[in-house]
C-alpha cells in the first residue's frame, strides 16, 4: 500500500447527510464483517501481499477450516480476492478501503486510551496531594 488518502474536515462533517439508509446498512455489515477478531488477524497477515490459505494457518495458528470459513465470508462480501495455481488458492486484499477503517479504529483507540490513562493519573496525583 503505497496510497496517500487525504479526507477533508468537510468531507467528514457531510458524510452523513448525503447517506441513504441503504448505504447506513451496507456500512453496519461492513462494521459486522470487520469486528471478529480472527478477520482482523487475517486482514493483518494479508496487509502486505497475498498468502495460500496454509500461510494465513500458520501465521495465524489457527485450523484451516475456521480460517477457510472467514475466508470465505471475507470474499463473498469483495474484501479479499482469490486465485487457483494448482492446488493452492491465494487470497489477498481487494478493497483497500477496510485497512484504512482498521488503521483509523486503532488509532482512535490508542488515543481515547491514553487520554483515559492522563485523566486517571491527573486524578491519582490530586488524592494524593
Known sequence: M???LTITEAEVQQWHL???DEMIDAIS???KLLSEPMRLKILR???EQEHTVQE???EINASQANISKHLALMYESGIVSRRKEGLKCYYRITDE???YSCYLS?????ENLQQRLSRAQK???TLLS
Open 56 to 58: 494465513i494457518v500458520n
Open 18 to 20: 448525503d447517506m441513504p
Open 123 to 125: 486524578a491519582h496525583s
Open 45 to 47: 497477515t494479508l496487509c
Open 29 to 31: 455489515s461492513r462494521f
Open 97 to 99: 478501503s477496510v485497512i
Open 106 to 110: 486503532s488509532k482512535g483507540v490508542v
Open 2 to 4: 503505497n496510497k496517500t
